[in-house]
């Protein structure tokens, strides 16, 4: 049965009766509130109050009267649920909420266009789709590998449904397949102004698992769910234009701004990663023998490098930034990265560690006379890292401490859950602490 056609839905051409209003808390998790559809003109234009003072990174007595004003732009009908859903930013005292992610990407981008510029972005989420027993002993519904079709697929049909509904929330889907574990998938979908592109984000994340719960499934984006199957991944292709000009575009190959936007990236991939890779279980899946990239490193076409520049043809001059996972709150994610690549281009900083080898197969002599270091190796590492980084710390505007302090938190919360269980602090299986905490969100 198609479950597009045997939903229940609102009759065609009725309109929502509420609306949610969604934001993202400073894990990247959507929070929000319902409105009956007829405030949605004053959502927009005066904002819809709301106490902000129990919400992940918002927390605080001074958090407690907030206003979330809708984007319109962002409006979206969800077709299953009869409903709208709209993103916006959130202001105290009449300014932007400094902690606000999605008003920290958007002043960063606000400084790029200054320079003239705007930065595109095009993510890669991969996710599994398994079924759970009454345990956290996870079942694999499909045994297929990577592009496999119709034989060992079977979520094929589930992921055309996720497909199906993404245009509906703004979101071009380009390429779908099965990925190399065992019920694992992508969806690439259209780049976009990295604005646009992270709400895609959170709006594909709430697609994916809808559709999965719809079948007795459940999604997940967790970066590393299974010991010993590959981890979700989420590279961004990350271009910058002037107007109608892609500016990565050089005569033979990336431009020059290119390569410094690439080189300020690689400078401050440490402190980068606490961002992109924000999890305990993220540093599960950064370890060697994965396609996972743990080596500060950059080449062409080469998939064991951090960055990879991929084969390109006309204005589709890029970078992939291959490291990012999906748990990484996406508007701070690209905040981080951006600011990165503009420290980049400031101080025409060259990229170092270039390699068309393998580079895991290579000695640890070898790599340190070509200048390639290693991301952290867990997130108290990481945290450490961002601390000592002014440019990434900066990038965060006002959600930095709370960010930092947060993630603090879970970190001690992780390293207590080891102690108690006799576990080394260096083990790289997947506790059932990761699973509680992370597989469903």
Same mark, same amino acid.
């Given at each position: 049965?198609?479950?597009?056609?045997?939903?229940?839905?609102?009759?065609?051409?009725?309109?929502?009766?509420?609306?949610?209003?969604?934001?993202?808390?400073?894990?990247?998790?959507?929070?929000?509130?319902?409105?009956?559809?007829?405030?949605?003109?004053?959502?927009?234009?005066?904002?819809?109050?709301?106490?902000?003072?129990?919400?992940?990174?918002?927390?605080?007595?001074?958090?407690?009267?907030?206003?979330?004003?809708?984007?319109?732009?962002?409006?979206?009908?969800?077709?299953?649920?009869?409903?709208?859903?709209?993103?916006?930013?959130?202001?105290?005292?009449?300014?932007?909420?400094?902690?606000?992610?999605?008003?920290?990407?958007?002043?960063?981008?606000?400084?790029?266009?200054?320079?003239?510029?705007?930065?595109?972005?095009?993510?890669?989420?991969?996710?599994?789709?398994?079924?759970?027993?009454?345990?956290?002993?996870?079942?694999?519904?499909?045994?297929?590998?990577?592009?496999?079709?119709?034989?060992?697929?079977?979520?094929?049909?589930?992921?055309?449904?996720?497909?199906?509904?993404?245009?509906?929330?703004?979101?071009?889907?380009?390429?779908?397949?099965?990925?190399?574990?065992?019920?694992?998938?992508?969806?690439?979908?259209?780049?976009?102004?990295?604005?646009?592109?992270?709400?895609?984000?959170?709006?594909?994340?709430?697609?994916?698992?809808?559709?999965?719960?719809?079948?007795?499934?459940?999604?997940?984006?967790?970066?590393?769910?299974?010991?010993?199957?590959?981890?979700?991944?989420?590279?961004?292709?990350?271009?910058?234009?002037?107007?109608?000009?892609?500016?990565?575009?050089?005569?033979?190959?990336?431009?020059?701004?290119?390569?410094?936007?690439?080189?300020?990236?690689?400078?401050?991939?440490?402190?980068?990663?606490?961002?992109?890779?924000?999890?305990?279980?993220?540093?599960?899946?950064?370890?060697?023998?994965?396609?996972?990239?743990?080596?500060?490193?950059?080449?062409?076409?080469? +998939?064991? =490098? $951090?960055?990879?520049?991929?084969?390109?043809?006309?204005? /589709?001059?890029?970078? @992939?930034?291959?490291?990012? *996972? %999906?748990?990484?709150?996406?508007?701070?994610?690209?905040?981080?990265?951006?600011?990165?690549?503009?420290?980049?281009?400031?101080?025409?900083?060259?990229?170092?560690?270039?390699?068309?080898?393998?580079?895991?197969?290579?000695?640890?002599?070898? +790599?340190? =006379? $070509?200048?390639?270091?290693?991301?952290?190796?867990?997130? /108290?590492?990481?945290? @450490?890292?961002?601390?000592? *980084? %002014?440019?990434?710390?900066?990038?965060?505007?006002?959600?930095?401490?709370?960010?930092?302090?947060?993630?603090?938190?879970?970190?001690?919360?992780?390293?207590?859950?080891?102690?108690?269980?006799?576990?080394?602090?260096?083990?790289?299986?997947?506790?059932?602490?990761?699973?509680?905490?992370?597989?469903?969100?």
């Amino acid at each position: 049965m198609n479950i597009i056609k045997s939903m229940s839905a609102p009759v065609e051409g009725a309109k929502p009766k509420f609306i949610q209003l969604v934001f993202v808390d400073i894990n990247g998790v959507p929070k929000g509130m319902e409105i009956p559809a007829e405030r949605y003109e004053e959502a927009a234009s005066d904002g819809i109050a709301f106490d902000g003072s129990s919400i992940p990174g918002f927390q605080g007595i001074e958090d407690s009267d907030l206003v979330f004003k809708a984007d319109p732009s962002t409006y979206a009908e969800v077709p299953w649920e009869g409903i709208a859903r709209v993103y916006g930013h959130i202001y105290r005292d009449g300014r932007p909420y400094p902690a606000d992610p999605r008003g920290v990407l958007r002043s960063v981008l606000k400084r790029l266009e200054g320079e003239g510029l705007k930065v595109y972005i095009g993510p890669e989420p991969e996710f599994y789709i398994l079924k759970k027993n009454g345990s956290w002993e996870l079942r694999i519904p499909d045994s297929g590998g990577y592009f496999d079709l119709v034989t060992l697929d079977r979520s094929r049909e589930v992921r055309r449904e996720i497909a199906a509904y993404m245009r509906g929330f703004g979101l071009i889907p380009e390429v779908l397949h099965h990925e190399v574990g065992n019920a694992q998938h992508e969806i690439d979908f259209r780049y976009e102004e990295a604005l646009k592109t992270a709400d895609n984000i959170i709006s594909f994340k709430y697609i994916v698992k809808a559709v999965a719960e719809m079948h007795g499934m459940y999604a997940t984006f967790m970066p590393k769910p299974l010991h010993g199957f590959p981890g979700n991944g989420m590279h961004l292709h990350i271009s910058l234009w002037s107007g109608e000009e892609n500016v990565f575009t050089g005569e033979d190959g990336l431009s020059e701004k290119a390569l410094y936007f690439m080189g300020g990236i690689l400078k401050h991939a440490k402190a980068l990663a606490a961002i992109t890779n924000p999890t305990v279980n993220s540093y599960k899946r950064l370890v060697p023998g994965y396609e996972a990239p743990v080596y500060v490193s950059w080449g062409y076409r080469n +998939r064991s =490098a $951090l960055i990879r520049v991929p084969a390109f043809w006309g204005k /589709g001059a890029r970078i @992939e930034y291959r490291c990012p *996972d %999906p748990s990484a709150n996406p508007y701070l994610a690209f905040a981080a990265v951006t600011a990165a690549g503009l420290d980049g281009i400031k101080r025409r900083v060259d990229p170092e560690g270039y390699v068309e080898e393998n580079v895991y197969e290579m000695g640890d002599e070898k +790599r340190a =006379a $070509l200048g390639i270091t290693t991301l952290p190796t867990n997130l /108290g590492e990481a945290l @450490e890292e961002l601390k000592r *980084d %002014p440019v990434i710390r900066d990038s965060l505007a006002g959600a930095y401490d709370r960010f930092i302090g947060y993630k603090e938190r879970e970190w001690e919360g992780y390293l207590s859950h080891l102690r108690s269980k006799g576990m080394p602090e260096d083990t790289k299986k997947v506790t059932e602490w990761e699973l509680e905490r992370y597989f469903y969100v």
